[in-house]
C-alpha cells in the first residue's frame, strides 16, 4: 500500500476558540495565573521552607533563568506571608574595646525608634550639659569645693607657723619656696644680729630650724594629695552635674523600652560614658567639633552614643523575600567601611553596612547561582555562614591577612534564612560533583519544568497566564483570537504539539511587539493580526543567515537538488540556531560503494569533524547492513558516506535514515527522488527513531521548495514518533492542505526507501529470499555478487553505476 502524506489536521494544533468561550479580552479574566504546571517544583518549595533543619536550603532549576527566579520569588512570597516579621538588628559601641562593637536585637520597627531617641539624646546633650557647668549652682558648689582647699591648705600653715613663732621661727615664703627664720618677737634677727649671738643660741635656733624644716616637709608632703583629692572632688562635683542633667534624658529613654532589658543595659553603659566624659562633651555646644568629615565620624565623642540600624523592618508585615542581583562578597555579607582620618584609614561601628543575608534574615534570600559563583569568596562566604549559622561581617582581605588597616570584630549575628539558589541544571550537577559541601547546604531541588501538558484545562488556565504577563507588564487587553494564537505558538516553542511552553521571557517579547502594533494602529485591544505580525517581525529581524543559505542554493553555489532522481544521494536537513532563532536548511548525503571488507568510512569522523553521537549512528548502518543481509555471508563491501559542502561540526544522528537510504540506494543502484527529503534516526534493527527539531526541518526544506516553486511533489519524510510535536507554519500548512507539498511519516527503514525511490522494500518469504523486483531483492543480488567477487579476488560488475531515473 502506498504511503500517503499527513492531513493538514496532523500538521499543526489549532486551540478551538470554544475553550476559550469564558472572556472577550484578557481584561475580562479574573483568575489570573502567575506560573503553570509547576506543581513538583511548588512541593519541593513547600517541604524545603517548611522543614526548619539546618542544610535544607534549596536549588531551584530550569532551562530560562528569569522566568524560574520571578517564579521563585512569587512562590516564596506567598510563603513569606504566613510568617512573622524578623526582629531588627543594630551595632552598638562597645565603650570597653571600640574594635568589637555589640549586635543588639530589637522587636520590628524598634531599632529605628532607638535611632531617633539616640540621635535625639546626642543632639541635645551638649547644651545639656553646657548649660548644667554654667549654672549657678554648679559655679558655686565648684567655688565651695576650692575654698575647703585652699581653707585647708593655708590653716595647715598657718599653724605651724604660729607653732614655730612660739619657738622663736617664723615661716616665711621666698623664691626658692617655704623657709623658718630665727625671730625675736615679732622681728626676723638680721644676719648681723644672728652673727652676734652666742653658740649655744646659734646652735639651739639650728636645732629648732631643723625640726620645723622636718614638720613642714611632712606638712608639704600631703599637699599633692589634698590637691588629688580636690581634683577628685571636683571630678565627682561635675560627675554628678553630668548625672542630675543628664539622668532624666536617659529615664525618658528606658521609658519606652522596659521590655527589652538588652536596650536598657545600653543605657546604662551610654549613662556612665557620659558621666566620664561629660565635661568634654559641653566644648561641642559651642561649635569647638572637628571639621573633616573623617575627623566627624572617627573621633567626635558624641558618635559614640549613635545607634546603627543595620537591618529596619518599620513597615514589613511579614518575612522578607530579598532577592541580590549582585552578590558579591560584601553585598551578600555585610561590610565595615573605612574613612580616612590623618592619611589613615580608620574604621568604626558607624560604618558598618549590612549584606542581603542581614536583610533577608528571618525569611528567604534568592541568589543567582551563575552570578553568585562568578564573584570571588562569595560562595564561601555564603556556605561558612550557612554553615556557621551566624552572620560576621569580615573583609576578604583581612580573610587572607592581606590588609594592614585598622578593622573592626563586630559581635555576630545570629543567621535563621533559607537560601534559594536559581540556576540551570547544569551548574547544579556540577556543583554536586565537585563541591562536597553543597549536599550537605542545599539539600532541596526545586525542578521548574520548561513546558506542560496541553489540554483543555491547561489552554484555558493558559489563557489566565496570558492575562497575567499583559497586566504586570502594562499592555493592551488582547483579544480571544490573539489569546489562542499565542497559546499555538507557546505549543510551537515548546517543540510539541501537545505540550506548552511556559516560556515567559519569550512570550513577553511576543506580546509587547504585539502590543506595539495595535498601539500604533490606535487600537485598545490586541487582536490575532498584530500577533501574526509581531511574529513576522522577529523572524524578518533575525533570518539574514537562512536567508543566505537560500539564496546560494538557489543560486547553485551550494548544490542541493529539489527535483530528479539520483543514485546514493538524498537530501538532508540540518538545524542551525542563531541566537534564539532556530532554522533548517538541507544538506547533500552521498554515500559510495565498492568491493571492501565490510567497512563504511565516515568521511566526517575521518575527518574530525563529526562527533561522537554521529559517529555512533554511522555504525548502526553497518550493524543494520549485518543484521538484514549478512546472516548467510559475509559483507564484502566498502562504502563512503559524507555529508556533501560541509564545512562545520556535525553532531547528531538525525541523519541517519537519510543516509541509511543513500547507502541502500548505492547498493540496489535505485535512483532516489530529489524532491523529498529526510530527517529521522533509526536503530539497527530499521525502526524509525524521533528527532529533534521536526519543525524548523521541514520548513527549511519547504522555504527552498517554494523559492525554486512548488508543483505538487515537495515533501518531508519524518519519524512516525515525531508526528506529535508538529506546529508548522500557517503557509506550510495552508500549501499542504491544497496538495502543493507534503508530509510524511514513517515507522521503518523499507517505508522511508519506498517513497524515495517508488520500489518496495521487500520481505523474506520462505525460503529466505527477497521478491524479485524489490529493493532489498536488488541489494541482496549485488551483496552476493560482490561476495563471489571477494572470493575469487576480482571487482563485481556494475552496470547501473551513475545510473538515473527518468
Known amino acids: 500500500m502506498p504511503l500517503n502524506p499527513l492531513s493538514s489536521d496532523k500538521l499543526r494544533w489549532r486551540c478551538d476558540l470554544k475553550l476559550l468561550d469564558f472572556f472577550t479580552t484578557t481584561a475580562e479574566i479574573r483568575e489570573l495565573q502567575e506560573s503553570l504546571g509547576q506543581s513538583r517544583a511548588e512541593e519541593a518549595l513547600d517541604y524545603g521552607t517548611a522543614i526548619n533543619k539546618p542544610g535544607y536550603n534549596i536549588y531551584a532549576m530550569s532551562d530560562t533563568g528569569d522566568n524560574r527566579r520571578k517564579s521563585v520569588q512569587k512562590i516564596l512570597s506567598r510563603k513569606a506571608a504566613g510568617r512573622a516579621v524578623p526582629q531588627d538588628w543594630c551595632y552598638i559601641n562597645n565603650f570597653e574595646n571600640p574594635g568589637k562593637p555589640y549586635a543588639l536585637a530589637l522587636p520590628p520597627g524598634r531599632g529605628r525608634q532607638l535611632k531617633n531617641d539616640m540621635d535625639q539624646f546626642v543632639s541635645e546633650l551638649p547644651g545639656v550639659i553646657s548649660g548644667a557647668f554654667e549654672s549657678d549652682e554648679y559655679r558655686n558648689g565648684l567655688e565651695n569645693i576650692q575654698n575647703e582647699f585652699k581653707k585647708m591648705h593655708e590653716g595647715s600653715l598657718q599653724e605651724l607657723g604660729d607653732e614655730a613663732a612660739k619657738n622663736g621661727l617664723a615661716l616665711v615664703q621666698g623664691s626658692q619656696g617655704f623657709v623658718f627664720v630665727p625671730i625675736r618677737g615679732n622681728d626676723v634677727i638680721s644676719p648681723e644680729e644672728f652673727a652676734k649671738l652666742s653658740d649655744e643660741e646659734k646652735e ?25 583629692d580636690l581634683q577628685a572632688r571636683l571630678r565627682e562635683a561635675n560627675a554628678e552635674t553630668v548625672r542630675e542633667a543628664v539622668g532624666h534624658m536617659i529615664d525618658e529613654i528606658r521609658e519606652g523600652y522596659r521590655d527589652i532589658p538588652a536596650v536598657g543595659a545600653f543605657l546604662d553603659q551610654v549613662f556612665a560614658e557620659v558621666v566620664k566624659v561629660g565635661e568634654g562633651l559641653a566644648g561641642r555646644h559651642r561649635g569647638e567639633d572637628e571639621q573633616s568629615e573623617g575627623a566627624s565620624t572617627m573621633n567626635a565623642p558624641l558618635q559614640r552614643f549613635a545607634v546603627n540600624v543595620i537591618v529596619d523592618q518599620t513597615g514589613l508585615s511579614e518575612a522578607p523575600v530579598v532577592y541580590e542581583d549582585s552578590p558579591n562578597y560584601q553585598n551578600l555579607l555585610g561590610r565595615s567601611d573605612q574613612v580616612a582620618y590623618y592619611g589613615v584609614l580608620m574604621t568604626n561601628f558607624t560604618l558598618i553596612k549590612p549584606g542581603a543575608l542581614h536583610r533577608a534574615n528571618g525569611g528567604f534570600l534568592i541568589v543567582d547561582a551563575e552570578k553568585l559563583l562568578t564573584q570571588p569568596f562569595a560562595y564561601d ?13 569580615e573583609s576578604p582581605l583581612q580573610l587572607g591577612g592581606l590588609t594592614s588597616t585598622v578593622s573592626l570584630e563586630p559581635d555576630p549575628i545570629p543567621l535563621d534564612v533559607k537560601v534559594v539558589l536559581s540556576g540551570d541544571r547544569r551548574i547544579y550537577y556540577l556543583l554536586l560533583e565537585y563541591d562536597p559541601e553543597f549536599r550537605d547546604l542545599f539539600r532541596v531541588v526545586a525542578d521548574f519544568d520548561g513546558d506542560v501538558l496541553r489540554d483543555d484545562a491547561s489552554a484555558r488556565h493558559y489563557a489566565g497566564y496570558i492575562a497575567h504577563l499583559a497586566s504586570e507588564h502594562k499592555l493592551k487587553p488582547f483579544a480571544r483570537e490573539a489569546v489562542a494564537q499565542l497559546i499555538e505558538h507557546s505549543a510551537r516553542l515548546s517543540g510539541d504539539a501537545e505540550k506548552l511552553s511556559v516560556n515567559a521571557h519569550m512570550m513577553v517579547d511576543l506580546m509587547s511587539e504585539a502590543d506595539h502594533l495595535a498601539a500604533g494602529e490606535g487600537k485598545d485591544t490586541v487582536g490575532a493580526e498584530h500577533i501574526g505580525e509581531a511574529l513576522q517581525r522577529q523572524i524578518r529581524r533575525a533570518d539574514r543567515v537562512r536567508l543566505e543559505l537560500e539564496r546560494e542554493v538557489v543560486r547553485g553555489t551550494l548544490m542541493i537538488a529539489t527535483d530528479g532522481n539520483e543514485v546514493g544521494q538524498v537530501n538532508g536537513l540540518a538545524v542551525m540556531q542563531v541566537a534564539e532563532y532556530a532554522f533548517a536548511h538541507p544538506l547533500r548525503i552521498t554515500a559510495n560503494v565498492w568491493l571492501g571488507k565490510g567497512n563504511i568510512i565516515d568521511i566526517e569522523r575521518e575527518s574530525e569533524l563529526g562527533g561522537k ?117 500557517h503557509d506550510v500548512v495552508a500549501a499542504c492542505t491544497a496538495g502543493k507539498f507534503h508530509v510524511y511519516s514513517v515507522t521503518t527503514v523499507d517505508e522511508a526507501l519506498e517513497l524515495l525511490t517508488g520500489v518496495s522494500a521487500g520481505e523474506l518469504n520462505k525460503e529466505g529470499k527477497y521478491a524479485r523486483g524489490s529493493a532489498y531483492y536488488a541489494v541482496s543480488e549485488r551483496l552476493s555478487a560482490m561476495a563471489k567477487a571477494a572470493q575469487k579476488g576480482t571487482p563485481a560488475k556494475d552496470n547501473n553505476h551513475g545510473k538515473k531515473g527518468k
Open 613 to 729: 553521537i554521529h559517529s555512533k549512528g554511522v555504525m548502526i548502518l553497518s550493524s543494520f547492513l549485518a543484521w538484514k543481509f549478512g546472516r548467510d555471508r559475509p559483507l564484502a563491501i566498502g562504502a563512503s558516506l559524507v555529508f556533501e559542502q560541509s564545512y562545520g561540526p556535525v553532531e547528531g544522528d538525525s541523519a541517519s535514515l537519510a543516509e541509511l537510504c543513500a547507502l541502500l540506494s548505492g547498493l540496489a543502484v535505485l535512483p532516489i527522488r530529489q524532491n523529498l527529503s529526510v530527517t529521522g534516526s533509526v536503530n539497527q534493527h530499521g525502526r524509525v527513531q524521533a528527532i529533534g527539531g521536526v519543525n524548523e526541518k521541514i520548513e527549511g526544506f519547504f522555504d527552498l521548495c517554494q523559492a525554486r516553486g512548488l508543483d505538487g511533489s515537495h515533501g518531508v519524510i519524518i519519524p512516525e514518533a515525531n508526528v506529535k510535536h508538529l506546529m508548522l507554519r
Open 381 to 393: 562566604g555564603l556556605k561558612r555562614a550557612l554553615k556557621a549559622g551566624s552572620l560576621k561581617i
Open 204 to 228: 639651739k635656733i639650728g636645732q629648732k630650724t631643723e625640726e620645723f624644716t622636718e614638720k613642714f616637709a611632712i606638712l608639704s608632703r600631703q599637699f599633692p594629695k589634698w590637691r588629688r
